[in-house]
């Protein structure tokens, strides 16, 4: 499965931003999808998950501010994302899980800053 993340850029703190991930084939039966990010010089981590059955996960400092949903008629995952902050600035990847393979597409650049 190919996936295309989108909708990063730039924004003031306090803003909000919502990141798109587009799948090249049906997310209807992939097991996961999530969102990973990386900021400069640090590790990449875990920001949301969900699964199949719409069950969601979220790094623990992170919920409340970010959401993820799934529409699976359009084989996209979004990533809401409000009330940024300067460290929330990263490049954020999109990842699917199926079968156990593990798939990442490309970054979207978030860079949170006045």
């Known amino acids: 499965v190919q996936l295309q993340a989108s909708g990063g850029g730039l924004v003031q703190p306090g803003g909000f931003l919502r990141l798109s991930c587009a799948a090249s084939?049906?997310?209807?039966?992939?097991?996961?999808m999530g969102w990973y990010r990386q900021a400069p010089g640090k590790q990449r981590e875990l920001v949301a998950l969900i699964t199949s059955d719409g069950t969601t996960n979220y790094e623990v400092h992170l919920k409340g501010r970010f959401t993820i949903a799934r529409d699976d008629a359009k084989n996209v995952v979004y990533l809401q994302m409000n009330s940024l902050k300067p460290e929330d600035t990263a490049v954020y990847y999109c990842?699917?899980?199926?079968?156990?393979?593990?798939?990442w597409g490309p970054g979207t650049e978030v860079t949170v800053s006045s």
């Open positions: 990842n699917a899980v199926v079968y156990g393979s593990s798939y």
């Open positions: 084939r049906s997310i209807f039966s992939i097991n996961v």
